[in-house]
């Protein structure tokens, strides 16, 4: 566990030395902050809405990009060699880097607390929905980079883990608006499947275990996917 | 020490090391010798745990690869060939990274790095990114990585690759001084390197091991026949060739070139015995003019050639 603690607080502060950190952050705040003020006058509500309905897509663009260069960037220039012949397990790798990146998306979520802050001096604020869709924004955010990070172990061309990722993340978002295509019969599965559901439910205020429960698995399924791409490659 | 066993390794249908063995001694140090695609690299990375053996086994101090990888690894250090390092961390905060996933307690760590420093070279670019660093300096980082843990087994792949002559002797001086109580791997394709530092020689060919043992016993294993080399002048080839085969252990006389100043013989002998004094006898009852005569040495070179190029 010390292990991970270590590989955790490198991969963290490898985000800002180099410059993809303030990049990233910068970008997003950028995008949620355009669209979710442009709209919100003319609404004229006093709640964030409008930025939890957008976040899930701009999520699935932004954490494929942190996530991209975790596994493929070692694998590419060769430092893997060096990490895992280092008495670290693959597990503690996959495990650091994901916390890594949990925490960058911390770091990006708390510049937008400004909004919540501004909208609570115009209007009446009902602070629950707003305290949960934080909670899921995290829960969305790691689920979004386990699947980055699977993406990433798949191949050492960070641009190709940063495609996968994002279709991967863009798909878990957009299948519960799909499911005309679908027969009756697998609508239930693939409307479970769907992360945009499950995230707006925990963005109403209302925490379910069947939610949680869900980006707890999707943060099993890929660091688990993770793993076993990784092993293969030896 | 180590102990390997049947070691086999398949990049899909490619095999890559084939059935080999060997055993390790404490406080040896071990050279690896290959041309280049010989397997040398991954049998290193198969005994650092890197990559998974196809067949075969791998103990290291009595403890199997298999079942005690984190363990094994504690007690390795491993230096990769051009050593692949993170090129956007700073040198000093990278060591301070390996430190840690060392496990070293925390009141040793500076003085560990900063003794590591002194020893690789490496003070002046401590707050330099290790993306900036020359090869040579990357290396030493390198190097200073493998022995942070100060392990016994040190394995190191081609160390002196990218280094100028001032840094390879200095770093043959720190493995030489290492090995003195740790064991040592080095694969490298130096031959003059292998024979300069390494206790014991392992030669690899298309993954099987072709030669095993001190320099001294591979030129012993290598050489069967002496071979002598003459220049003269004054002399013709045939009176040359019925005086000298006249000796006792002389096999053959060969002209290389005949000029009408010069002539160049090889003389072909047993190896049982010197005859360096019997040639020389005859030449002086001769009154030829003798410009050059030496005895060809079996160098690892040769050795070398001759064991990877005949399959």
């Known amino acids: 566990m010390r292990q991970v603690a270590h590989i955790f607080r490198k991969e963290f502060s490898a985000y800002f030395i180099s410059p993809i950190a303030y990049i990233v952050i910068s970008i997003f705040l950028l995008v949620t902050g355009w669209f979710f003020f442009a709209t919100f006058f003319l609404f004229n509500q006093a709640n964030l809405r409008t930025f939890y309905t957008l976040l899930p897509v701009v999520f699935a663009f932004v954490i494929p990009a942190i996530t991209m260069r975790l596994i493929s960037e070692e694998l590419n220039i060769g430092s893997d060699e060096i990490l895992l012949t280092m008495p670290v397990t693959y597990g503690d790798v996959i495990l650091g880097k994901f916390l890594a990146s949990v925490a960058l998306i911390m770091a990006m979520l708390i510049p937008t607390l400004a909004y919540p802050l501004t909208v609570s001096f115009?209007?009446?604020?009902?602070?629950?929905?707003?305290?949960?869709?934080?909670?899921?924004?995290?829960?969305?955010?790691?689920?979004?980079?386990?699947?980055?990070?699977?993406?990433?172990?798949?191949?050492?061309?960070?641009?190709?883990?940063?495609?996968?990722?994002?279709?991967?993340?863009?798909?878990?978002t957009l299948i519960d608006k799909m499911l005309f295509f679908l027969p009756q019969s697998l609508l239930g599965v693939f409307s479970y499947l769907g992360a945009d559901v499950h995230f707006q439910n925990i963005a109403k205020g209302i925490i379910d275990s069947r939610d949680i429960l869900y980006f707890i698995s999707v943060c099993f399924v890929g660091l688990f996917g993770a793993h076993i791409a990784l092993n293969q490659k030896y | 020490m180590i102990h390997v066993e049947n070691l086999t390794k398949y990049y899909a249908h490619l095999c890559a090391v084939d059935q080999i063995n060997f055993d390790i001694q404490k406080g040896e140090i071990l050279g690896l010798l290959g041309p280049n695609g010989a397997g040398k690299t991954t049998t290193l990375r198969m005994l650092t745990g890197y990559l998974q053996p196809s067949s075969g086994s791998i103990n290291i101090k009595g403890l199997s690869i298999d079942k005690h990888v984190l363990k094994i690894k504690k007690l390795l250090g491993y230096l990769p060939e051009s050593a692949p390092l993170y090129h956007d961390m700073l040198v000093f905060d990278y060591l301070k990274y390996v430190a840690a996933i060392r496990e070293i307690d925390s009141d040793q760590k500076l003085p560990r790095i900063r003794q590591l420093a002194d020893l690789c070279g490496i003070n002046e670019v401590m707050s330099k990114p290790i993306g900036e660093l020359s090869k040579g300096y990357k290396q030493r980082v390198g190097l200073a990585h493998a022995m942070m843990s100060d392990p016994e087994v040190l394995v190191l792949d081609e160390p002196t690759s990218g280094l100028d002559p001032n840094q390879i002797v200095e770093i043959r001086k720190i493995i030489k001084e290492i090995g003195k109580e740790k064991t040592i791997i080095i694969s490298t394709h130096i031959l003059s390197e292998a024979e300069a530092t390494c206790d014991r020689i392992v030669i690899i060919n298309q993954?099987?091991?072709?030669?095993?043992?001190?320099?001294?016993?591979?030129?012993?294993?290598?050489?069967?026949?002496?071979?002598m080399h003459l220049c003269l002048q004054n002399a013709d080839f045939k009176t040359v060739e019925t005086n000298l085969s006249k000796l006792d252990g002389v096999e053959s006389v060969t002209r290389i070139t005949e000029t009408d100043s010069e002539l160049d013989v090889r003389l072909t002998c047993q190896s049982a015995g010197d005859l360096r004094p019997d040639v020389y006898r005859i030449i002086k009852d001769t009154d030829w003019i003798l410009l050059d005569f030496h005895q060809e040495t079996q160098t690892l070179e040769n050795i070398f050639r001759k064991l990877t190029k005949e399959s």
């Open chain 1, 122 to 172: 115009m209007g009446q604020l009902d602070w629950g929905p707003v305290v949960g869709g934080y909670v899921g924004a995290v829960f969305l955010g790691a689920a979004f980079s386990a699947v980055g990070l699977f993406a990433s172990a798949l191949t050492r061309n960070q641009i190709i883990a940063f495609i996968i990722g994002l279709a991967i993340c863009f798909t878990l």
């Open chain 2, 207 to 227: 993954g099987k091991i072709v030669a095993d043992g001190s320099t001294e016993t591979l030129k012993q294993f290598a050489s069967g026949k002496n071979i």
